[in-house]
């Protein structure tokens, strides 16, 4: 097989990989939407927008979400999640 042929095969298992497996997990609560939270099976870990005053913690999960649970607001009633 040519290395350009194996690049480009690894390239593209890796972005199949990506997709498969990062999951946007906590995000939400924003001009009155729900929060969304989730149990990852994997790596969860914290992002911002741009600072932590910008508003609630935004994750990542690297593996498989298990589930998915909404609130009003952060800290507020479990509501339905709307699809996505």
Partial sequence: ???S???ALAGLLLVV???MLVHVCA???GMGAAYRTCD???IEWEL???TPADGPRKTLCLG???SRTC???MGGLEVDCPPT
């Fill in 1 to 3: 097989m040519r290395p």
């Fill in 5 to 7: 042929a194996i690049a």
């Fill in 17 to 19: 990989a990506w997709v």
């Fill in 27 to 29: 995000y939400g609560a």
């Fill in 40 to 42: 990852c099976a994997g």
């Fill in 48 to 50: 911002y927008d741009r």
């Fill in 64 to 66: 498989i979400v298990r």
């Fill in 71 to 73: 609130y009003t607001n």
